[in-house]
């Protein structure tokens, strides 16, 4: 499995590449702003072909970009039903000072073909098996994705692309619309903690990690560790 990233433009989003191998079909991950021609190079480099563009969650810092990816070739969007709505109207999802910042500056369109996410669904696509697990909290259509890690370039047990749920050190913020405080320990509770210590993560901004390593650094996990009960 070949798994490559790199931030855009904006906000430092993440925007990852995923697939069986160089060659292939591949999976577009959180297409930010401003990633279009570093996108077009590391398909290029790798000899890759986008089959469908999947969304953590429907913030537009991991949005942007999904409709020019997907337009220039006909494939399909990915997204919870939860934030359906912020890709027909991204000021959906950000604050009064964001939408203030945003409003007018970038063009924004919506994509022609969206399919709908499920919790603890399993997709099929570009070669790949990918576990869907609902993790609201940053947003209500927060989700994370997992694949088999052995045949990785970690060979872990799983890779787990964990949007804004996640970070190295920290988690996402939750004072957004759609966001909550309570939710997002519930998710981390119930999603995060389980999986095993030698998962890597890849998240919505900033370094990779593994599960093990924020288990025993992250102040959010090592509190809910020590409180197990702690969420809804």
Not at 59 to 83: E, K, M, N, Q, W
């Amino acid at each position: 499995m070949l798994v490559t990233g790199f931030p855009a433009d904006a906000f430092g989003t993440n925007c990852y590449v995923v697939a069986a191998g160089p060659g292939e079909q591949c999976l577009v991950v959180d297409p930010g702003i401003g990633v279009l021609d570093r996108l077009d190079e590391v398909l290029a480099q790798h000899r890759l072909h986008p089959a469908a563009v999947l969304l953590t969650h429907g913030h537009l810092d991991h949005t942007f970009s999904v409709a020019p990816v997907c337009g220039a070739r006909g494939i399909t969007a990915y997204v919870h039903p939860a934030d359906r709505e912020m890709l027909a109207d991204p000021a959906k999802g950000l604050s009064v000072d964001l939408t203030a910042l945003f409003g007018g500056r970038l063009s924004y369109t919506e994509p022609d073909d969206v399919a709908e996410l499920t919790d603890g669904a399993t997709l099929s696509l570009a070669g790949l098996e990918i576990t869907v697990d609902h993790a609201p909290g940053h947003t209500g259509g927060s989700v994370l994705f997992r694949l088999p890690g052995a045949s990785s370039q970690w060979e872990a047990d799983q890779v787990c692309l964990s949007g804004d749920v996640l970070f190295a050190g920290s988690i996402g913020r939750t004072d957004l619309p759609g966001g909550s405080t309570e939710t997002m320990l519930t998710s981390l509770r119930d999603k995060i903690l389980p999986l095993a210590d030698d998962t890597v993560v890849l998240p919505g901004h900033g370094p990779e990690t593994t599960i093990g390593r924020e288990r025993v650094a992250n102040p959010y996990l090592r509190e809910l560790t020590a409180a197990p009960g702690r969420g809804l």
